[in-house]
């Protein structure tokens, strides 16, 4: 009798323990033992890693599937001479010949494919873990950005701080500091505001959308910025409106000169645009 | 502090999550309630202290922990001057527009009476003119007079583990970084795509849903459908029907709305394929709006559930009916919130209340017999009350857990009292080596190739090999030497193509190929009906809820378990011999071993023959 009441104790010693250990396990259990990955696009399982991810193009494979990462449209080959958009008849293309965008830099991908979806994830989906694929794909862009050209620093397109709190955080910041980390370079995610919350561009017009963002954004740590080179970054390269707003600001504060990296730039204009470009 | 810009009485103080945990925490254990299950366990306990003074510290040291932005203060500053500019204007709006226009406060009430809805949500629901003059002021004023209440979207639940108020899910909830709340938040990733859900978003929803008055019907009653003896049907309200219920349709019903009256639960409806299955709930429905339940009727496919609005519409003239779907939805112009509600069980994640009646139609159909959440929905909508499934092809595990504490309910003959076709099986050995079928496709391999296995393109070299199986070839021509007409469901949509051409070559007919990608489905479908083909090959696209008058069917390698489950060769089973004018068919399994869904299929579909021959429901 006495026997059993010991076993039983000890058996309820033993359930309180391991039940206070199954709950610490629900809470930190993802870190102790983190989930497989998966692609981020299909979620189908990925290959384990055959090398450590000594280059960008290494670590792509670890976000995105191998079928997945096929119907992606690296951009290649002679392009816009300033923004580097692919498939262009002359010198510049229709938006660098009409100074709508006035930034030289270059993007990893055509908005195509998987593309759209994976920013639209990203944006208004909170699948922040997409990031990863598209800042690394960016980063192997950056890094021929950046060739012969000393990048003081990375600085990402910033929100107003109304969408910020809308959404929680800035899919922009989240793809340059993955380019920064790939560079090596500080990432300054506070040194740019935007003072007005400005319609979403994608809805806008070609002229209209230059006009919505003038004069958006504010350079604040003007004493860092002189004569420094700045990396901009942004998730989508349509006209260059954007990024030419903000790399005035930086300018207009003293930084010594401007490029920019995105993850993705559209070839053929949406929809809804009117007029022939 | 000054609050950011934007922010509501939800986004005020605290991230709303936290807050209600601090509450819970505070005001529960004041109350001498057990906030946690096992809080027994000292070193737990310690552990728990510290995990709530650890988020209340992080909550207090945000601005020194997580130093996101150093200029913060002089957005703040400038949040605050725009503030007062804005709030210069929104009182002048005032003036004008406030307190909340009737008729705003009136729609927005009604949208949320019943359901928990986003700020998002609401404005969504609005009519258009009405969306232009929102803001989120007015909610917040409606809160203040007590018509509104609010929770966080996702917060601490009953075990006071945090859990997402919409779907239920609790293991995959993520905290991550949000920059309104400056703290990690909590995330439900599990219902992300019906829009993101943070835990400092908040629900709102009416706060006392006005109980809908019993429906009562003017009408002359409809005439009663013809009760066998010793069934009697006791509600007096009766749905108009279209047609006079079958003897075993009619059965059913009695012993349905018996149950329902006995509060039993759960209760499945196991009907043979084309039985009439839908009807048979009517009585039950009747009996639970009569007497003053609120009734949810539900189906996982959107197609399925506009057709039971318009069906429940018909039954009940004079009802308000509430339809909720994807795209569309239905809801009553004024009054109080429907008593009878038709949704997709992806809707009915947005509804509050709990419902005393609900129907879940093809029960075991995607995505519902695949995703725990909306099981879990379901479930809760379903507490206290009855719960009834109805499906063709129930699921083993359905079968035995209602078994063990509900009932089943069986209409097992057709309404023309012939019994259900049951299938032959057509062994050949040879088809294991025949590409795309055997065990080259069990194994998940290139299944579908047909002609030319070393092949590399997915439409495989095919017809040109010009090959039919012998014993489909065998099938086909008994079929159209007897004047029938024979649809032929292959496992891939790559096989369509090939198998067709191979066909047509063989046989000297037009022979139409469809899948749910190819453009003339609906055109074949039509052809089908007005019986102008004699010859179809498909995928299991006309697996369910299409009638074809006359037609016999073939599945070609049947053993392809991982697409032609015991449920679906049921289904495929279940085509021919629907309508009274042809209530006799064939079905043929094609396939080159036994597999244990074959005998399965063939089991259930015995069965059912054998329970309406004890019943002498067949003639």
């Keep these: 009798m006495f026997q059993k009441e010991k076993v039983r104790h000890r058996l309820q010693i033993y359930r309180h323990l391991t039940g206070g250990l199954a709950r610490v396990r629900e809470d930190f259990g993802d870190l102790l033992f983190p989930p497989p990955a998966g692609c981020g696009y299909c979620g189908s399982e990925l290959m384990p890693p055959l090398m450590p991810w000594w280059t960008p193009e290494n670590a792509v494979d670890q976000t995105l599937c191998r079928r997945c990462l096929e119907q992606v449209v690296f951009t290649s080959g002679p392009g816009c001479a300033r923004c580097g958009r692919p498939e262009q008849e002359d010198r510049l293309c229709v938006f660098c010949r009409n100074d709508i965008c006035r930034v030289s830099g270059g993007s990893a991908t055509v908005y195509e494919g998987i593309i759209p979806e994976l920013t639209r994830r990203l944006k208004f989906k909170g699948a922040r873990q997409l990031a990863a694929a598209l800042g690394r794909m960016a980063a192997i862009t950056g890094m021929k950005v950046a060739a012969g050209w000393p990048v003081t620093a990375v600085v ?58 003038e004069g958006a954004f504010v350079a604040v740590d003007v004493k860092n910025l002189s004569r420094r080179s700045i990396l901009l970054v942004d998730d989508v390269l349509t006209t260059g409106a954007t990024l030419t707003a903000a790399a005035a600001a930086l300018l207009v504060a003293g930084a010594g000169s401007v490029r920019f990296v995105t993850a993705s730039v559209t070839v053929a204009p949406p929809q809804h645009w009117k007029g022939d470009y | 502090m000054p609050p950011a810009p934007g922010a509501t009485l939800a986004t005020k103080a605290l991230p709303l999550w936290l807050a209600e945990l601090l509450a819970r925490r505070l005001f529960g254990s004041l109350a001498g309630e057990r906030v946690l299950s096992s809080t027994f366990f000292p070193l737990y306990k310690v552990y728990w202290r510290l995990r709530g003074a650890g988020l209340a510290a992080a909550w207090g040291f945000k601005d020194t922990l997580w130093q996101d932005n150093p200029w913060q203060d002089t957005l703040r500053q400038q949040g605050a001057t725009q503030e007062q500019d804005v709030e210069v204007e929104v009182g002048a709006d005032k003036a004008a527009a406030a307190p909340p226009a009737g008729a705003l406060a009136e729609t927005v009430l009604r949208v949320t009476s019943g359901r928990y809805l986003s700020v998002s949500e609401i404005k969504a629901e609005l009519p258009r003119e009405e969306r232009a003059a929102f803001r989120q002021e007015y909610l917040d004023d409606l809160v203040r007079r007590g018509s509104l209440r609010f929770m966080a979207a996702v917060g601490p639940g009953e075990s006071g583990d945090i859990e997402c108020r919409r779907c239920g899910s609790r293991r995959r909830i993520a905290f991550s970084w949000c920059a309104r709340c400056a703290i990690a938040c909590p995330e439900c990733p599990e219902c992300r795509d019906m829009g993101r859900m943070r835990g400092c978003d908040a629900l709102y929803t009416a706060a006392e849903p006005p109980a809908p008055p019993a429906f009562r019907q003017d009408t002359t009653l409809a005439a009663t459908p013809a009760a066998p003896s010793g069934v009697t049907l006791v509600t007096p309200l009766q749905p108009e029907l279209p047609f006079a219920l079958s003897k075993a349709q009619a059965q059913a019903a009695g012993e349905l709305a018996a149950a329902s009256a006995a509060r039993q639960s759960p209760v499945l409806v196991w009907a043979a394929c084309g039985a009439g299955k839908t009807e048979v709930a009517f009585h039950a429905v009747a009996r639970e709006l009569e007497s003053g339940g609120r009734v949810l009727v539900t189906a996982p496919r959107r197609d399925v559930v506009i057709d039971l609005y318009h069906r429940l519409e018909a039954a009940f003239p004079g009802c308000r009916i509430g339809g909720l779907w994807g795209g569309g939805r239905f809801l009553p112009a004024a009054g109080p919130s429907p008593q009878l509600i038709v949704a997709t069980t992806h809707q009915a994640m947005r509804l509050s209340a709990s419902f005393s009646l609900v129907i879940l139609d093809e029960c075991d159909a ?8 909306l099981q879990r929905t379901i479930a809760r909508l379903s507490e206290g009350g009855v719960f009834i499934q109805m499906t063709a092809t129930p699921a083993l595990s359905t079968r035995r857990q209602v078994a063990a504490s509900g009932r089943i309910i069986y209409i097992p003959a057709r309404h023309h009292g012939h019994p259900l076709p049951v299938p032959s099986l057509h062994l050949d050995r040879s088809l294991a080596s025949w590409p795309g079928g055997g065990v080259e496709a069990g194994a998940g391999g290139e299944v579908g190739r047909w002609g030319g296995r070393g092949g590399s393109s997915r439409e495989g070299a095919a017809g040109d090999t010009g090959q039919v199986p012998k014993v489909l070839a065998e099938v086909i021509g008994e079929t159209l030497a007897g004047g029938g007409r024979l649809l032929v469901f292959v496992p891939t949509r790559a096989m369509v193509a090939p198998v067709a051409r191979s066909l047509q070559q063989n046989f000297n007919i037009e022979v139409a190929g469809v899948h749910s990608a190819s453009p003339e489905r609906d055109l074949v479908r039509e052809k089908l009906r007005s019986r102008e083909l004699a010859l179809v090959v498909c995928t299991t696209i006309f697996e369910r809820g299409l009638t074809f008058p006359g037609v016999d069917v073939a599945v070609l390698f049947a053993d392809n378990e991982a697409v032609f489950d015991r449920a679906t060769l049921v289904q495929i089973a279940g085509r021919p011999g629907r309508t009274t004018a042809f209530p006799e068919g064939r079905v043929y399994f094609i396939a080159a071993r036994k597999s244990r869904s074959m005998l399965g299929a063939v089991e259930d579909i015995r069965y059912l023959n054998r329970l309406a021959g004890e019943r002498k429901l067949l003639l």
Excluded: C
């Design chain 2, 366 to 373: 995607f995505p519902y017999n695949v995703t725990p959440m």
């Design chain 1, 156 to 213: 990402p397109v910033p929100l107003h701080q109304e969408r910020l709190a809308e959404r929680g955080y800035n899919q922009a910041q989240l793809i340059a500091g993955e380019v920064a980390r790939w560079l090596g370079r500080p990432l300054w995610s506070d040194i740019l505001l935007r003072t007005r919350n400005t319609k979403p561009q994608s809805g806008l017009d070609i002229a209209d959308r230059a006009k919505n963002i």
